[in-house]
């Protein structure tokens, strides 16, 4: 008896340990998942607002905000009318507005040079909104900071941009792709293209932490990102572009978005390209798809 008593006491300290390192992990994991999920790189410098122009807004709260705006430009004007640009680019009416949200350890200002080519391919004019906490702007970038952001650059397109509903469309890479369809589910843009999508929080959680901690993540989860979920319903066509390589959101994540969308619209899948090069590796294939999800190429 004295043996099995210790037999006994042993095992109970085992899973009392067992206990508390589950606890001590979960604790971590409802802690840290912010942290994890939105990493604002350190060493920022501005040098976009040569490619563009940068507009300042805000979020509720008065959360300072600011985002890169490129317009398309077509050709050079015989006579430069008042007001035009100093280069003398004719300034072309844009086709709709492309709003583009960048991962979570990406700036908005990498992605002037994209937009520039993106405007140039499709006509759109381009606005890149940066996040709070990101490139120099204060706060701390939260799951319901980020919904917050959102919805600010949708307005200050909507009321000081003057653009129509009917004429966004909503661009999102990686992160921003679940914070962009978010968005499309409460604004209904004219089109939703998701490069590098991944289908929920969760199902990213189980990539990157242990399986029982997965199992608590109603309960502890502080960010509710459901990309498939906001897909399903929603009332816009959903494009998907995803390298087939990537090591960081699996292609098959890319292919059950698409999948899970009511209107479903072009899928690409770039051969050899990996999380962050899919449009240099994609060539004429991505711009094509681009010009496709947003209805038509622009003219030469």
Do not use: C
């Amino acid at each position: 008896m004295p043996r099995l008593r210790r037999v006994l006491s042993a095992a109970l300290v085992v899973a009392a340990v067992i206990v508390a390192g589950y606890a001590a992990l979960v604790a971590l994991v409802w802690w840290s998942q912010e942290r994890i999920v939105f990493q604002s790189p350190a060493g920022f410098v501005d040098d976009a607002a040569v490619l563009s122009q940068k507009v300042n807004y805000r979020a509720a709260a008065r959360q300072q905000l600011y985002a890169y705006l490129v317009a398309p430009a077509r050709g050079r004007p015989v006579d430069r009318p008042p007001g035009a640009p100093p280069d003398g680019e004719r300034v072309a009416q844009p086709r709709g507005l492309l709003i583009v949200f960048h991962g979570n350890a990406d700036v908005a200002g990498s992605w002037t040079q994209w937009a520039r080519r993106a405007s140039r391919h499709t006509g759109y004019a381009v606005l890149v909104p940066e996040y709070r906490g990101y490139a120099g702007l204060p706060g701390t970038p939260t799951y319901e900071g980020s919904r917050l952001d959102a919805r600010a650059a949708y307005a200050f397109a909507r009321d000081s941009l003057g653009v129509r509903p009917s004429d966004v469309a909503i661009y999102g890479h990686s992160l921003g792709s679940a914070i962009g369809a978010e968005l499309a589910a409460e604004v209904r843009p004219r089109a939703l293209l998701l490069e590098a999508p991944f289908t929920s929080a969760r199902a990213m959680a189980r990539l990157i932490v242990a399986r029982p901690v997965v199992a608590l993540w109603r309960v502890i989860s502080r960010v509710h990102y459901d990309t498939e979920a906001r897909v399903r319903e929603l009332e816009a066509p959903v494009h998907v572009v995803h390298g087939d390589r990537d090591g960081v959101i699996p292609v098959h994540m890319g292919h059950a978005v698409h999948a899970a969308a009511r209107e479903r619209g072009a899928l690409l899948v770039v051969h050899g390209a990996g999380h962050n090069d899919v449009h240099e590796t994609g060539g004429g294939d991505y711009w094509q798809w681009l010009e496709r999800a947003l209805g038509s190429a622009a003219e030469p």
